[in-house]
């Protein structure tokens, strides 16, 4: 798995930012299956989506939700590394 520093770079973020639990949960598991559903679109499109929910929260001021999805990225992006490329460093 990608460490959170690695994950934090990644999308823009100081890894202070976000109050994170130390382990992705079943939870965020179960967060993870639910975008999974749409990888017929592609795994940069998956990204993309689980990107656009965490800026989302960012913006509405939802630490919480930002961090769950912060963990569902981690996860994501261990599972599928090639998707680090593109269509997610387009949304910094």
């Known amino acids: 798995m990608i460490s959170m520093m690695q994950c934090a770079d990644f999308i823009g973020i100081a ?3 976000l109050l ?4 992705p949960s079943a939870r965020h598991k179960s967060m ?3 975008y999974l559903f749409n990888i017929k679109r592609g795994e940069k499109a998956v990204c993309g989506m689980i990107l656009g929910d965490f800026w ?4 509405l001021g939802a630490q919480e939700r930002a961090a ?4 569902v990225l981690r996860l994501f992006l261990s599972a599928h590394p090639r998707s680090i ?6 949304m910094k």
Request: aromatic share 8%.
């Open 20 to 23: 994170l639990c130390a382990i």
């Open 15 to 17: 890894p202070d930012e």
């Open 68 to 71: 769950d999805l912060f963990h």
């Open 56 to 59: 989302g929260f960012m913006e």
């Open 85 to 90: 490329c593109a269509a997610c460093t387009v």
């Open 32 to 34: 993870l299956t639910s």
